[in-house]
């Protein structure tokens, strides 16, 4: 029962450095997000994908690369990290049954650049 | 554009305590709303949901009643434990998909 994994879950980057956050569904969901968890600001949208091959931006999308080749795979990447990067980082999925529909979250990742 | 305010914490509260978590919304057209909660250390997590006004979502004793003409989505709990201390987000989905709007999240610690 796998649902949303994300790896990896803690990472230590210096600034300057790039890196992926990997992110796979088993449900055969359309829909993936990326969301950042920053103290008082609650979950902000990075980048989205409605479907494999589609991805567009969120609220805060600067700084950060994303694909969907496949349905499963939605990998976040960062380019040239920065303190201003260091978060918690959230993979979501959905299907795309309407507003009722659940949206599963990873358990986290938790990113510091020093 | 759309936005979801949560009150401030953290609430600090004694087991068997009552709890509310105020949460209003502003938006356009007929959102969807969520409470999630994130254990510490944890991901998150649904805690309920409510489609549409008037609807109540309910889980693990709490609730919550979309009330469409006050914009609000107030979480309760009439008693209270210590594995309730988490942070606890209200969210908006105003499409089909997960493009979430998230309140900033309201920080609960319950003490013994």
């Known amino acids: 029962n796998a649902g949303v994994t994300q790896t990896p879950k803690f990472q230590v980057l210096k600034t300057g450095q790039s890196m992926t956050l990997q992110c796979a569904q088993d449900m055969n969901h359309e829909y993936m997000s990326w969301y950042r968890q920053d103290p008082g600001m609650g979950l902000r949208l990075i980048h989205y994908?409605?479907?494999?091959?589609?991805?567009d931006q969120g609220e805060v999308p600067n700084g950060y690369n994303v694909s969907r080749s496949t349905t499963e795979d939605f990998p976040l990447r960062l380019l040239s990290a920065a303190p201003s990067q260091t978060s918690v980082y959230f993979c979501a999925s959905s299907d795309r049954r309407g507003l009722g529909n659940t949206i599963y979250f990873g358990e986290g990742s938790w990113l510091t650049v020093v | 554009g759309d936005s979801v305010t949560q009150m401030e914490g953290p609430v600090t509260l004694s087991e068997e305590a009552f709890l509310t978590i105020n949460c209003t919304y502003t938006a356009t057209g007929y959102p969807s709303l969520f409470w999630y909660v994130q254990y510490p250390g944890e991901g998150l997590q649904l805690l309920l949901k409510a489609t549409k006004a008037d609807d109540k979502g309910s889980n693990k004793g709490f609730e919550a009643t979309y009330r469409k003409e006050t914009t609000s989505f107030h979480l309760e709990k009439g008693s209270v434990q210590v594995s309730d201390s988490a942070v606890y987000f209200c969210a908006l989905l105003k499409a089909a998909g997960n493009k979430l709007t998230f309140g900033g999240g309201t920080r609960v610690l319950v003490k013994p």
């Open positions: 994908s409605v479907g494999a091959g589609i991805t």
